[in-house]
């Protein structure tokens, strides 16, 4: 049986959602923009204890190439993160 396209909540929400990520588009206005500024080592401790403790959320995008890192670097601190990796 093939659903219509009205039909098919999961794909027009994944559609819409696509968008708002792809193209800043809410209800068929392009939103506004804040470009990612790179994240200073330095503020790694802050950002990871103010997204990951305090479950807080960010004021302004964050860069994936920051984040990563950012990430494994409170990992470490906190101990979550492996000292050592699993050799094979």
Known sequence: MELKESQNV???HWQQQNRQWRDGEVDGK??????????????YDYVFRKLVI???QLKRPLPL????????????????????QPTM
């Open 10 to 12: 999961g794909l027009a």
């Open 54 to 56: 305090d479950k807080k």
């Open 30 to 43: 392009t939103q506004s923009r804040t470009t990612p500024q790179p994240l200073s080592p330095r503020k």
């Open 65 to 84: 190439t920051d984040t990563v890192p950012m990430l494994i670097h409170g990992w470490r601190k906190t101990g979550v993160w492996p000292t050592q």
